[in-house]
């Protein structure tokens, strides 16, 4: 199973990113799919999921009406909108899968890739 992120850069605040996570040998439709990120000095958080319970979105409050995800079944991908970015995102944003259910707690994941770097400019 891999799962590659790709997308960010630097961009200044206010600005827009789109990031994707592409993933293969990964039962796509019986995984909730996460975004993770860790900023300098902090621990992991997780941003935002899709459950494949119900197919509902949850986002972090931190990022709750900037973010938003999104998936492509046909090709086994998820994005992650970032909009209105602020200094306070800088991170390394990586995705990560648990079965079905959207959990908090990383540690739990079945998988997770290698992230991309988003830093944001004030």
């Known amino acids: 199973v891999q799962l590659q992120a790709s997308g960010g850069g630097l961009v200044q605040t206010g600005g827009a990113l789109r990031l994707s996570c592409a993933t293969s040998?990964?039962?796509?439709?019986?995984?909730?799919m996460s975004w993770i990120r860790q900023a300098p000095g902090k621990e992991r958080e997780v941003v935002a999921c899709?459950?494949?319970?119900?197919?509902?979105?949850y986002y972090a409050d931190s990022v709750k009406g900037r973010f938003a995800m999104s998936d492509d079944n046909a090709k086994n991908t998820v994005y992650l909108q970032v909009n209105s970015l602020k200094p306070e995102d800088t991170a390394v944003y990586s995705c990560g899968a648990h079965p079905v259910f959207c959990t908090l707690h990383i540690s739990e994941f079945h998988y997770w890739g290698q992230g991309t770097v988003v830093t944001v400019s004030s």
């Open positions: 040998g990964l039962s796509f439709d019986d995984y909730a």
């Open positions: 899709i459950s494949r319970s119900d197919n509902s979105r």
